[in-house]
């Protein structure tokens, strides 16, 4: 049988591995612009960390996870998410003793989740996620906030809907909490499964049942909004009042509830609003985390974080048209015709990249017309050209390709000559 690639995974070939690597680029030059730095997690952790961070009523540890036991019979898991990891991290590394906090931390890489693939839901796909860690201060979170949209913007993106809102400190949770299910549990016998089961653990995930989206009660449950008390509610007011000032547009929506049980206060998430996305709109999401240091056994230390999938960022820039600006180009192509000029060709390309060129060849002794058609296909901006002419006068012939206009130059000044011209 041939053997396939696991469903819900993709090769990411040259052609389109640029496109990852220039949003790459861009979110590592962001990072540094606003102060976050790299951190490299394992790809896979204890299962009890997801359990614990992420939350056992969540679909992600319920239905999601690749958990895996080794051969040290230790139960594993490919990490779904990279908040968790991170926070581990810091707790077991220490980061909170650092004298600078907070702790602003970014990682790009692949997360696992076994969900039923459809356009921009992989069982592997790839986060840029931001972590800080250390202060409770609102304009922190317009920090994260400023920091995922100028990412999506700096790469074109125009059709972006920011959605806000706040799910308050650990006293308006649970007094939410209990209106939800008083709310709820005379009709619960109405709602899918899921929902009867998440009724008395975590009866804010009913609001997000795809199910019983339309069920009646889902219009009339009460909204986070209303139960929030001053502090929270005083908290969020200066998050939304930031990003004013900053110019940063968005909607609040009472109805926004994460996937993931880690989150307090902010909660948001970013939708594409271009014709013609798929049905899953949102482009990423984040917020705010109290507890999450505590639960994993570091000291009290509030933190606030966002993750993007690269998947959708590229989606989102199909659906609004647009092409980024990757330089596909090498420096020099060179054309060589005869075993002289191609021991020739062989030295002054390893000479031309020693000096920091990107240069190219033929290895297969094609003939000089499809040799100059390869240039073309390269985006070569000069090909050097060694006929047996240019061999038998110890000269090379430079072309440059945008203008056509050619030179010839003693052998030995060929690198000289180009790097001139290159620069
Ligand atoms: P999340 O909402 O589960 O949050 O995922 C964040 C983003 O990851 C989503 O908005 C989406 O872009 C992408 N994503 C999630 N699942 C898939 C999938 N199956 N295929 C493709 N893309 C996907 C978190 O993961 C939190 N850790 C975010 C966070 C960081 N909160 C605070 N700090």
Redesign the pocket.
């Known amino acids: 049988m041939r053997i396939q690639i696991p469903r819900?995974t993709q090769d990411i070939l040259p052609g389109e591995v640029e496109k990852w690597q220039y949003i790459e680029q861009k979110a590592r030059d962001l990072c540094k612009r606003y102060g976050y730095e790299e951190i490299r997690t394992p790809m896979f952790e204890s299962t009890e960390l997801f359990i614990r961070g992420?939350g056992d009523t969540t679909d992600?540890v319920q239905k999601?996870m690749y958990t895996f036991e080794d051969r040290g019979e230790r139960s594993l898991t490919l990490r779904?998410?990279?908040?968790?990891p991170?926070v581990r991290a810091f707790v077991e590394k220490k980061l909170f003793g650092n004298p600078d906090q907070p702790t602003k931390l970014y990682y790009i890489g692949p997360?696992f989740?076994y969900?039923r693939?459809q356009a921009?839901?992989?069982?592997q796909?790839?986060?840029f996620?931001?972590?800080a860690l250390g202060s409770n201060d609102p304009s922190l979170d317009a920090e994260?906030i400023a920091l995922a949209m100028e990412l999506y913007r700096s790469l074109g993106l125009k059709k972006l809907r920011l959605v806000m809102n706040s799910l308050g400190d650990t006293e308006s949770r649970k007094k939410h909490k209990e209106a939800l299910i008083n709310h709820f549990k005379p009709h619960i016998h109405e709602f899918c499964g899921d929902c009867q089961a998440r009724l008395e653990t975590n009866p804010l995930r009913i609001l997000d049942c795809k199910k019983d989206r339309d069920h009646e009660l889902m219009k009339t449950a009460p909204a986070v909004l209303d139960y929030l008390n001053d502090d929270s509610r005083h908290y969020f007011e200066q998050v939304q009042s930031y990003l004013r000032m900053m110019g940063i547009d968005f909607v609040v929506d009472a109805t926004l509830v994460?996937?993931?049980d880690?989150?307090n206060h902010t909660a948001f998430?970013?939708m594409s609003e271009a014709e013609g996305f798929g049905a899953?709109t949102?482009?990423?999401?984040?917020?705010?985390?109290n507890g999450l240091v505590q639960e994993i056994g570091g000291p009290e230390t509030p933190?606030?974080?966002?993750?993007?999938?690269i998947?959708?960022?590229l989606l989102a820039l199909e659906a609004e048209g647009i092409t980024l600006p990757i330089d596909k180009h090498v420096d020099c192509y060179f054309v060589a015709h005869g075993e002289k000029a191609q021991a020739e060709a062989t030295v002054l390309l390893y000479k031309l990249r020693q000096a920091g060129f990107s240069a190219e060849k033929d290895y297969l002794h094609k003939k000089m017309k499809a040799q100059f058609k390869a240039a073309d296909r390269k985006h070569a901006k000069f090909t050097a050209i060694l006929g047996e002419d240019e061999i038998e006068q110890g000269k090379i012939s430079v072309k440059e390709m945008e203008t056509g206009v050619q030179e010839t130059v003693p052998l030995d000044e060929f690198i000289s000559y180009l790097t001139k011209r290159l620069s």
């Open positions: 819900g992420v992600i999601e779904p998410e990279g908040t968790a991170t997360m989740r969900e693939p921009g839901r992989m069982r796909f790839y986060q996620g931001i972590e994260v994460r996937g993931l880690y989150y998430e970013i899953i949102t482009l990423s999401g984040g917020g705010r985390y933190g606030i974080g966002f993750a993007l999938s998947e959708r960022l």
